[in-house]
């Protein structure tokens, strides 16, 4: 992981593959240790960006850990 | 009875590369010196790491009995009299340039005001020249309308001062016309060095602060990432053959109208296509006289001219595109084991300090304006 800007590199050694995080993603990534729930990501979003009270956070949330995901980045349990 | 020739030579210092050209044509010395008056005459604090040769014979009067260009890695025979004008140029220049390790070559204009870096890239027709021209009227210092040099050791953007190429219009359209009586005229285009038009107004060096890549609105050709135009001295039904076959291709079509034939190409993984096309018309004898990696509409300039800024992911996306050696970099091949992504990230380093934007063109001051605002250029 290298952090250029506002954005990060992941590169991955297995597959020789290069992902772009930006912060938000990073943010999710960082909180993907198994420990924290859904709801800790959502109010460490809305803490660290402003976010309308009206925006459905989570969902995005969601569909950035199914990308992850998808990506072979990050493994599931259920 | 054999005379032989007498050869000239000339040697350029192009970053942690020393090339020495030699030739039987002491116009082509000439002419390369006047390209390049400032690589000659640039001290270099280090020895070069890299050292080349070329040999240009105009004429039949040698070992191989036709004109020829002797590169280190291959012999062009010269078998028709306008592969002695661009082309040798611009081969000799490719080869140079695909030696450099130092630096990362980006196609794209330099500027700087206040020691600010600004690389301007766009591909050809977007009006980079013209642009790094206006700006250099409003005061900005060049570094480069066609290559912007980024060293690897310090990350800042070094000047690539070859003479410029330009259209006489070019000149009119930014106030530099009095600028025309200096210039020689070479292949339908001047030729003149920088402080011809503006004395002083050299930079050598200057940290990136700003990166502007120039995109057309209204470009309405699709896949223009995929497509690949290579122009061949001549056809050959094998070789046809030998490309039909080959599975990253989309679709091939050939114009034989121009006077070179031209193989239009959509592919998915266009750089292997083209190496492997290389590989092929070397096997073949055949010429590749030019080649064009991107089609795109020519932008009309009805603007308005609009700055975005874009994540600096993006911005070394769209220079990597423009990295001016392609697949025969040294340095992708040597030091990256031919893993653009591997260069991808160093880029991104690179610009660690840089804001990125995409400039959507429009009217010449309009898009200088913009400009000149990131840096706080007075208006024109």
């Not at chain 1, 949330?61 to 199914?66: E, G, L, N, T």
């Not at chain 2, 012999?75 to 990362?104: M, T, W």
């Amino acid at each position: 992981m290298k952090t250029v800007g506002n954005e990060s590199l992941l590169y991955r050694s297995d597959d020789k593959s290069v992902h772009v995080l930006n912060r938000t993603a990073k943010l999710i990534w960082d909180m993907c240790d198994g420990e924290h729930s859904l709801a800790d990501f959502e109010s460490s979003i809305r803490s660290s960006f402003a976010v309308p009270d009206d925006y459905d956070v989570m969902n995005d949330i969601r569909q950035a850990i199914q990308t992850m995901s998808d990506k072979g980045l990050l493994v599931l349990n259920n | 009875m054999a005379t032989e020739t007498t050869l000239q030579q000339l040697q350029l210092n192009f970053y942690d590369v020393q090339a020495t050209i030699h030739s039987d044509s002491s116009a082509y010395i000439d002419l390369f010196a006047k390209m390049y008056p400032r690589f000659i005459s640039k001290s270099v604090a280090n020895s070069p790491q890299h050292t080349t040769e070329f040999t240009v014979y105009t004429t039949p009067n040698n070992p191989a009995k036709t004109p020829i260009l002797i590169t280190e890695r291959q012999k062009i025979p010269l078998n028709k009299p306008d592969f002695l004008e661009g082309f040798v140029y611009e081969a000799i220049l490719n080869d140079i340039i695909s030696r450099v390790q130092s630096h990362l070559l980006i196609h794209a204009g330099v500027v700087s005001h206040h020691n600010q870096g600004i690389i301007i890239a766009a591909d050809s027709g977007h009006g980079k020249t013209t642009l790094v021209l206006e700006l250099l009227r409003r005061g900005c210092k060049f570094l480069s309308d066609e290559i912007a040099a980024i060293s690897r050791t310090d990350q800042q953007v070094y000047s690539f001062p070859r003479s410029l190429r330009i259209r006489s219009g070019t000149l009119d359209l930014v106030g530099f016309s009095e600028a025309q009586s200096a210039a020689s005229t070479w292949l339908d285009k001047l030729l003149l060095d920088v402080e011809a038009i503006q004395p002083n107004c050299l930079a050598d060096v200057a940290p990136i602060r700003q990166v502007i890549l120039l995109h057309n609105p209204h470009n309405r050709i699709k896949n223009s990432n995929q497509t690949l135009d290579i122009f061949l001295e001549r056809l050959d039904d094998t070789l046809i053959e030998q490309i039909y076959q080959m599975t990253d291709i989309i679709k091939l079509d050939i114009d034989t109208d121009g006077v070179y034939p031209m193989l239009k190409i959509l592919a998915d993984n266009r750089m292997a296509v083209l190496e492997e096309i290389e590989k092929l018309c070397h096997e073949h004898q055949i010429l590749i006289v030019n080649v064009i990696r991107r089609r795109y509409d020519r932008p009309t300039f009805v603007g308005p001219a609009k700055l975005e800024k874009i994540p600096t992911s993006k911005a070394a996306l769209e220079l990597l595109k423009q990295f001016k050696p392609g697949h025969h970099s040294a340095l992708l091949k040597d030091e990256f084991h031919g893993r653009s992504k591997l260069l991808f990230i160093e880029l991104m380093s690179l610009l660690g300090q840089a804001t990125c934007y995409q400039l959507s063109v429009g009217p010449l001051n309009q898009m200088a304006d913009l400009v000149g605002q990131l840096v706080d250029l007075p208006p024109a």
